[in-house]
């Protein structure tokens, strides 16, 4: 069964620095969503991405935030100055369209450490 | 406003016990609902989902949700639980838009 990848596993990263966070969704999906989930906390909805641009963003995903289609399979996530506050599993997920009519398919999601 | 509520932070039951897990939710339009199972270290699984039709819909891993509409509910059910079902289970509810807004999670701890 095809799936969404991502790496790395787990990224470890200065405060300040920026990070790449890189996914590759199922090959006939059409909708990209990212999500994270603190420690203890429940997941969250980030930002949904279609046709090359934002479809939707929540209030988490500011200015620090951005995502890119690089090219034909893959999607990122980029922070551009990380925070402490920023330590979280990052999930990305796709569905071949909104979410009224396909479940969105997640990856194993990437730890990203912030010290 | 649109939430999910799980009650249930952890719970525990015995190898073979049957098993409900309960999830309501607030949302203003047609709702789509999922749940979802995430093993340590894994990512999300979708067990099953429910868009319309049928109230009781059935999902992997020999796992079933009802849909009640007059209770806001999607409870998640499994008749005998295995040991294998230890996990994370998350209720999520979606609609016209984008985003799936997730419950807490409620940790299952199966004791032999």
């Known amino acids: 069964e095809p799936e969404v990848t991502q790496t790395p596993s787990h990224q470890v990263t200065q405060m300040g620095q920026e990070v790449i966070l890189r996914c590759v969704p199922i090959s006939n999906h059409l909708y990209f969503y990212w999500y994270r989930q603190i420690l203890g906390q429940k997941v969250e909805f980030l930002v949904s991405?279609?046709?090359?641009?934002?479809?939707?963003k929540s209030e988490i995903f500011d200015d620090q935030f951005s995502v890119e289609r690089p090219d034909g399979s893959n999607f990122t996530l980029k922070i551009r100055s990380t925070k402490l506050e920023d330590s979280a599993m990052y999930f990305c997920?796709?569905?071949?369209?909104?979410?009224?009519?396909?479940?969105?398919?997640f990856g194993d999601g990437t730890r990203l450490s912030i010290l | 406003a649109q939430s999910v509520t799980q009650p249930d932070i952890h719970i525990t039951v015995s190898e073979g016990a049957s098993l409900e897990l309960r999830c309501n939710y607030s949302?203003?339009?047609?709702?789509?609902l999922f749940w979802y199972v995430q093993s340590p270290g894994q990512g999300l699984q979708l067990l099953l989902k429910y868009f319309s039709g049928d109230t009781l819909v059935q999902g992997i891993k020999g796992f079933e949700a009802e849909f009640k509409r007059s209770q806001s509910s999607f409870n998640l059910r499994k008749p005998s639980v295995h040991w294998s079902d230890a996990a994370e289970y998350f209720c999520?509810?979606?609609?016209?838009?984008?985003?799936?807004?997730f419950g807490t999670g409620t940790r299952l701890q199966v004791f032999p």
């Open positions: 999520a509810v979606g609609g016209n838009t984008d985003k799936l807004i």
């Open positions: 949302y203003g339009a047609t709702p789509y």
């Open positions: 991405f279609y046709n090359n641009e934002i479809s939707e």
């Open positions: 997920a796709s569905s071949q369209r909104q979410t009224g009519g396909q479940p969105q398919h």
